[in-house]
């Protein structure tokens, strides 16, 4: 088992800047990747970008590309989400999630454990 906790949602002003970050506990040493995931109120999760803990490269959704950037912390087991330049759209729930083996990084059913969820809301 894998537990996941994210931290650091919160409002912000469009144009502000946000960074959340989501620790791995439990059977850390078993994940290849860590994936970030949105969804906004009546809308489908959608993928906000992952990381290959491995080697710590990311990726983007094209939304996220430029703003967001994705680290993670192999001693921690933490990852962090760096979102700058945010937009009213950008509002929603932020999920961290892991893969226990790597796959299609942009597709939620390539994840096996998620975290609970942390509120992200931009005002205009």
């Known amino acids: 088992q894998v537990q996941l906790v994210e931290s650091g949602g919160g409002l912000v002003q469009a144009g502000g800047s946000l960074r959340l970050s989501c620790a791995a506990s439990g059977r850390t040493f078993r994940f290849d990747g860590m994936g970030w995931f949105r969804q906004a109120p009546g809308k489908e999760r959608e993928f906000v970008g992952a990381?290959?803990?491995?080697?710590?490269?990311?990726y983007y959704s094209d939304s996220a590309k430029g703003r967001f950037t994705i680290s993670r912390d192999n001693a921690k087991n933490t990852a962090t989400l760096q979102m700058n330049s945010l937009q009213s759209e950008d509002t929603g729930v932020y999920y961290c999630?892991?893969?226990?083996?790597?796959?299609?990084?942009?597709?939620?059913?390539?994840?096996?454990?998620w975290g609970q969820g942390t509120q992200v809301t931009v005002s205009s």
């Open positions: 999630a892991v893969a226990l083996r790597w796959g299609i990084f942009a597709l939620a059913k390539s994840y096996d454990y």
């Open positions: 990381i290959m803990w491995s080697s710590g490269n990311p």
